[in-house]
């Protein structure tokens, strides 16, 4: 029988989630295709008309939380209205929170990345066009809008913002401090400072002299205890004191400490949604 599309999508969805489950538990190479198969229902031979491999399962995880973050922040209510930085802010406060349930995962992820980079980057993720098509839109209404100096490198800005976030996930696995203040405080301030360049129109001098540096260095530098935040301190103060108005937005309220498999809060607020967070134990 012939299976629809939405049966397929459904299937995909199941055997994505009893991949994290397993590898949660048993490690990346402790689990395997027959494994991940079983535990979504479905025939041995079949998973593989699904995902060749456990990496494209393991991709696919990750494409589908950056596509989900990318739909929750456009069906912001009120989105038209923030500004540059707050929906940038949204966009990564989004992908945090996808990524919460399953941070343990993540974390593995991560490690098998450094392990493996060239399978784990042999196909790139469809997410990652969406992604620079967003937040090229973004910097375009900013532009129409006065917000910003207008910008040439718009394209090769917005696929930075990818490096950039996934610099922000690997610094937010290593974040021990109290309710992830560390990244909220890294994303505030370097989302801030790159706003605040933008403006003064000095992006376009930056990516035209260090473009490859800067995406090449990314990863390293954005890395826990790098000193980072002292730098984003500096560089405010030199680009001017005059923050864009995302940064004087009072606190986000904190989020309760996710257990082994939590639930991300769905309900909506009129400012962006708070950074995933944990509480003290």
């Not at 199941?14 to 990346?28: E, H, P």
């Not at 392990?115 to 469809?126: D, G």
């Not at 910097?139 to 718009?154: L, V």
Request: proline share 6%.
């Amino acid at each position: 029988m012939k299976t629809t599309r939405q049966q397929q999508d459904a299937t995909r969805r199941q055997i994505v989630a009893s991949a994290v489950d397993l590898m949660t538990r048993q490690g990346f190479d402790g689990t395997t295709m027959k494994d991940i198969a079983r535990a979504a229902g479905i025939g041995d031979a079949t998973i593989y008309k699904y995902f060749p491999t456990k990496d494209r399962i393991v991709l696919g995880y990750l494409d589908e939380a950056v596509r989900s973050a990318l739909a929750d922040t456009l069906a912001t209510p009120g989105l038209a209205d923030y500004g540059l930085q707050e929906k940038l802010q949204r966009l990564t406060d989004a992908v945090l929170e996808r990524l919460l349930p399953d941070r343990e995962f993540v974390a593995g992820v991560r490690i098998l990345a450094r392990r493996s980079p060239l399978s784990m980057l042999a196909e790139p993720l469809a997410a990652r066009q969406a992604l620079r098509e967003a937040v090229t839109g973004f910097i375009e209404t900013a532009e129409s809008q006065g917000e910003i100096e207008p910008c040439d490198f718009k394209g090769v800005a917005s696929g930075l913002y990818g490096d950039y976030l996934a610099g922000v996930v690997a610094y937010w696995l290593a974040d021990e401090s109290d309710e992830f203040a560390d990244t909220t405080q890294l994303v505030d301030l370097s989302l801030g400072v790159l706003v605040l360049a933008l403006r003064a129109g000095l992006v376009n001098r930056v990516l035209q002299l260090g473009g490859f540096m800067l995406r090449s260095q990314m990863a390293r530098f954005m890395q826990h205890g790098s000193g980072l935040v002292g730098v984003l301190r500096m560089a405010k103060s030199a680009l001017g004191d005059t923050m864009v108005p995302a940064m004087d937005t009072p606190p986000r309220t904190p989020r309760a400490r996710p257990s082994a498999q939590p639930p991300v809060a769905d309900a909506p607020k009129p400012a962006r949604k708070p950074r995933a967070r944990k509480a003290a134990p």
